[in-house]
């Protein structure tokens, strides 16, 4: 065939594909999801999400330090406290020495300035009934989370997380109002450098059992009442656009995988940087098919974080960053090597 056009030419090689691939994932572009528990002496496997663990103290030092040399941007820290400390309030959340606030002073004292310390602002892992905030009853006797009385615990929460050194705060309640007041309550406390990663449009989603079992919480009913309904893209729109207005530093669509087209819009929308969470369920889908032999396990991994960044996320979450990380080193060890 005579053709002008003949697009495959640019697919001839790995180093012709490499020269022109438009995407790229980067470790510097990635956040490491992690687990610490209180009261435990080994670190302990979570059976919904293969490879991935409740860390001790140490064992967290350990891995914030391996993602500090591997050039992640960050660590973000999720505390689980003992069955017996969970309460109506989530108290521990706001204790000086509850897990999370511990984990948060002793990775930062680890890493210093070389990773990001990130910690998730939010009381579902702390409350004996697993919701994200504070309960009250109505007069028509409906049990719902309290919005302002919730936030005003975030407030409190971010201030004691700043306190023990964190670098980023990201609130992930979906309660009114909660960027704006973890601002000023920072601001107050003249902690003007911590950033804010405003979870800000964050769906009600099937994809978030496996974290359930990782932060031991068993949910009473759902969270339909203050996380999005998976259909409104426009109502995405004006979360992403309130939390902007509100002083989020940057902002996240999240789950990721089920919502490319609503990272695309978020883009598309604001100039702050965006994120994505690839969360618990996207990632246990790949492990649970590749422990099958059903998927190519590396492929579909590569191929799941190409597409977050290609929809647009400057910065992925995902429970692969480290494994992403180290894999590029080797990989590029073996390029080098083979010359
Ligand atoms: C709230 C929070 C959740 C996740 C991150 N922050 C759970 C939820 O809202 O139900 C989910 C992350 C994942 O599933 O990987 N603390």
Same mark, same amino acid.
């Given at each position: 065939?005579?053709?002008?056009?003949?697009?495959?030419?640019?697919?001839?090689?790995?180093?012709?594909r490499?020269?022109?691939?438009?995407?790229?994932?980067?470790?510097?572009q990635?956040?490491?999801?992690v687990?610490?528990?209180?009261?435990?002496d080994?670190?302990?496997?979570?059976?919904?999400?293969?490879?991935?663990?409740?860390? #001790?103290?140490?064992?967290?030092?350990?891995?914030a330090? $391996?993602? +500090?040399e *591997? /050039?992640?941007?960050? @660590?973000?820290?999720? %505390?689980?406290?003992?069955?017996?400390?969970?309460?109506?309030?989530?108290?521990?959340?706001?204790?000086?020495?509850?897990?999370?606030?511990?984990?948060?002073?002793?990775?930062?004292?680890?890493?210093?300035?070389?990773?990001?310390?990130?910690?998730?602002?939010?009381?579902?892992?702390?409350?004996?009934?697993?919701?994200c905030?504070?309960?009250?009853?109505?007069?028509?006797g409906?049990?719902?989370?309290?919005?302002?009385? #919730?936030?005003?615990l975030?407030?409190?929460?971010?201030? $004691?997380h +700043?306190? *023990? /050194?964190?670098?980023? @705060?990201?609130?992930? %309640?979906?309660?009114?109002?909660?960027?704006?007041?973890?601002?000023?309550?920072?601001?107050?406390?003249?902690a003007q450098?911590?950033?804010?990663?405003?979870?800000?449009?964050?769906?009600?989603?099937?994809f978030?059992?496996?974290?359930?079992?990782?932060?031991?919480?068993?949910?009473?009913?759902?969270?339909?009442?203050?996380?999005?309904?998976?259909?409104?893209?426009?109502?995405?729109?004006?979360?992403?656009?309130?939390?902007?207005?509100?002083?989020?530093?940057?902002?996240?669509?999240?789950p +990721?995988?089920?919502?490319?087209?609503?990272?695309?819009?978020?883009?598309?929308?604001?100039d702050?940087?965006?994120a994505?969470?690839?969360?618990?369920?996207?990632?246990?889908?790949v492990?649970?098919a590749?422990?099958?032999?059903?998927?190519?396990?590396?492929a579909?991994?590569?191929?799941?974080?190409?597409?977050?960044?290609?929809?647009?996320?400057?910065v992925?979450?995902?429970?692969?960053?480290?494994?992403?990380?180290?894999?590029?080193?080797?990989?590029?060890?073996?390029?080098?090597?083979?010359?």
């Open positions: 065939m005579e053709l002008t056009h003949r697009p495959r030419r640019l697919r001839t090689t790995p180093v012709l490499a020269m022109v691939a438009e995407t790229s994932v980067e470790p510097r990635l956040v490491l999801p687990f610490v528990a209180d009261g435990i080994e670190p302990r496997p979570i059976g919904s999400m293969p490879g991935v663990v409740q860390h #001790t103290l140490d064992s967290l030092r350990a891995t330090a $391996a993602a +500090a *591997a /050039g992640l941007a960050g @660590v973000m820290l999720f %505390g689980v406290p003992k069955p017996e400390d969970k309460d109506p309030t989530g108290s521990q959340a706001l204790a000086e020495d509850g897990i999370l606030n511990r984990a948060i002073a002793a990775v930062r004292a680890e890493v210093g300035d070389t990773t990001l310390v990130m910690s998730d602002v939010c009381l579902d892992e702390f409350t004996d009934h697993g919701h905030g504070v309960l009250t009853t109505m007069a028509t409906a049990v719902v989370v309290d919005n302002d009385a #919730t936030v005003e975030y407030a409190e929460m971010a201030r $004691a +700043a306190a *023990a /050194g964190v670098h980023l @705060v990201a609130p992930s %309640g979906m309660m009114d109002g909660q960027v704006g007041a973890i601002r000023a309550a920072l601001d107050a406390d003249g450098d911590v950033a804010i990663l405003a979870y800000a449009a964050k769906f009600a989603s099937s978030y059992g496996p974290f359930r079992e990782a932060v031991a919480s068993s949910l009473q009913g759902d969270r339909r009442a203050y996380q999005q309904d998976g259909g409104n893209v426009r109502e995405a729109l004006r979360e992403v656009a309130l939390d902007v207005e509100q002083g989020a530093d940057l902002v996240m669509v999240k +990721a995988l089920p919502y490319l087209d609503v990272i695309a819009r978020v883009r598309d929308l604001v702050v940087p965006v994505a969470y690839n969360i618990s369920g996207e990632y246990a889908m492990e649970a590749a422990a099958h032999g059903w998927i190519d396990r590396e579909a991994i590569s191929e799941t974080l190409t597409s977050i960044r290609r929809a647009g996320a400057d992925v979450l995902t429970y692969w960053a480290l494994e992403w990380a180290l894999g590029r080193e080797q990989g590029r060890g073996r390029r080098a090597g083979g010359r």
